[in-house]
């Protein structure tokens, strides 16, 4: 098991918890499971944490159980060693990706909830809740609802490379091998990682520019510090081949609503709303002038939003 640093300071202690799932210890911060109302588990992005609610968790609280989750290999949560395809496989290492980040939302659900629950994802978070939901469909269950937010399109997959032009295809081969190796992964994870980088990339996230405070850029430069850090950005970065969310999208029965910044820079909202042509697809409600993370960014626009979607969810369920 990994060594983490200690659980931020932002939510109180009695919130947060280590659930050990595979081995591998989970951090959760949770105000308190009651056991009779609905569930709403938060799933934050690539290189964010249970943290990145911190604006949204207090609003949700008044009218749900609220759980938010350390993905494994992000936060206070354990930071395995990764294993790439072709790479000898052991008990101490394992393949991040969306199956293995949903596979642990799904054991979450199993184990610790008897209640209705509702997933709410950013970014990769999005993809992983679509995916859990998916896996829960498969085994005869379902969830009451998906909320995405910014949900990432993974454009570099090599489903989505295939059907781009030529000159997307030079190199790429030699792109997949040089981020196997850790002697490049490595000093490029400790580069973006310095709190000045990451302000600079919070700049392009959010917009507006509200909510870039030193809470957020030590939240996020914390973990980066951890045993292992750089293990998940190291398999993060190779998921050339996963699943991407229009093959989930037209699979799913579980409703889905989408909210979207309209001036994220990384994840073009006119892919967003090809999205609602499928059937499991209710809602689109696009924000203009907010970035990727929307809802750390403007928490007084995005939180109403997402109660009037639980409760929509609700009510169909």
């Given at each position: 098991?990994?060594?983490?640093?200690?659980?931020?300071?932002?939510?109180?202690?009695?919130?947060?918890?280590?659930?050990?799932?595979?081995?591998?210890?989970?951090?959760?911060?949770?105000?308190?499971?009651?056991?009779?109302?609905?569930?709403?588990?938060?799933?934050?992005?690539?290189?964010?944490?249970?943290?990145?609610?911190?604006?949204?968790?207090?609003?949700?609280?008044?009218?749900?159980?609220?759980?938010?989750?350390?993905?494994?290999?992000?936060?206070?949560?354990?930071?395995?060693?990764?294993?790439l395809k072709g790479e000898p496989a052991d008990k101490h290492s394992v393949c991040y990706g969306i199956d293995l980040w949903a596979q642990q939302v799904t054991s979450l659900i199993r184990e610790r909830l008897t209640t209705r629950v509702h997933l709410i994802g950013n970014s990769i978070g999005g993809v992983v809740a679509l995916a859990a939901a998916h896996?829960?469909?498969?085994?005869?269950?379902?969830?009451?609802?998906?909320?995405?937010?910014?949900?990432?399109?993974?454009?570099?997959?090599?489903?989505?490379?295939?059907?781009?032009?030529?000159?997307?295809?030079?190199?790429?081969?030699?792109?997949?091998?040089?981020?196997?190796?850790?002697?490049?992964?490595?000093?490029?994870?400790?580069?973006?990682?310095?709190?000045?980088?990451?302000?600079?990339?919070?700049?392009?996230?959010?917009?507006?520019?509200?909510?870039?405070?030193?809470?957020?850029?030590?939240?996020?430069?914390?973990?980066?510090?951890?045993?292992?850090?750089?293990?998940?950005?190291?398999?993060?970065?190779?998921?050339?081949?996963?699943?991407?969310?229009?093959?989930?999208?037209?699979?799913?029965?579980?409703?889905?609503?989408?909210?979207?910044?309209?001036?994220?820079?990384?994840?073009?909202?006119?892919?967003?709303?090809?999205?609602?042509?499928?059937?499991?697809?209710?809602?689109?409600?696009?924000?203009?002038?907010?970035?990727?993370?929307?809802?750390?960014?403007?928490?007084?626009?995005?939180?109403?939003?997402?109660?009037?979607?639980?409760?929509?969810?609700?009510?169909?369920?």
């Amino acid at each position: 098991m990994s060594n983490v640093s200690c659980s931020s300071t932002l939510f109180p202690l009695a919130w947060i918890e280590d659930w050990e799932w595979n081995g591998q210890s989970i951090s959760l911060a949770s105000p308190g499971i009651s056991g009779k109302r609905d569930v709403v588990i938060l799933i934050h992005g690539f290189g964010a944490c249970k943290e990145h609610w911190r604006f949204n968790i207090g609003a949700l609280k008044r009218e749900y159980d609220v759980i938010a989750v350390d993905l494994l290999g992000f936060g206070a949560s354990a930071k395995p060693h990764s294993r790439l395809k072709g790479e000898p496989a052991d008990k101490h290492s394992v393949c991040y990706g969306i199956d293995l980040w949903a596979q642990q939302v799904t054991s979450l659900i199993r184990e610790r909830l008897t209640t209705r629950v509702h997933l709410i994802g950013n970014s990769i978070g999005g993809v992983v809740a679509l995916a859990a939901a998916h896996q829960i469909e498969c085994k005869g269950g379902h969830v009451t609802g998906i909320i995405l937010i910014n949900c990432a399109q993974r454009a570099m997959d090599d489903k989505n490379i295939k059907d781009q032009a030529t000159l997307h295809h030079l190199g790429r081969p030699l792109l997949k091998q040089l981020v196997r190796r850790r002697w490049l992964t490595e000093p490029l994870f400790w580069l973006l990682s310095k709190p000045a980088v990451i302000q600079k990339i919070l700049k392009l996230a959010y917009p507006t520019g509200s909510h870039i405070d030193a809470d957020l850029v030590r939240m996020l430069h914390r973990a980066a510090t951890d045993p292992g850090a750089t293990e998940s950005f190291r398999g993060f970065i190779n998921m050339f081949n996963d699943v991407l969310v229009t093959e989930l999208l037209a699979q799913l029965k579980t409703p889905v609503r989408i909210l979207w910044g309209q001036a994220d820079p990384w994840e073009p909202i006119s892919e967003a709303r090809l999205w609602t042509s499928f059937p499991c697809v209710q809602q689109l409600e696009e924000l203009p002038g907010l970035g990727h993370c929307p809802h750390d960014e403007a928490p007084d626009r995005v939180n109403p939003v997402l109660l009037s979607m639980l409760q929509l969810h609700s009510c169909l369920s």
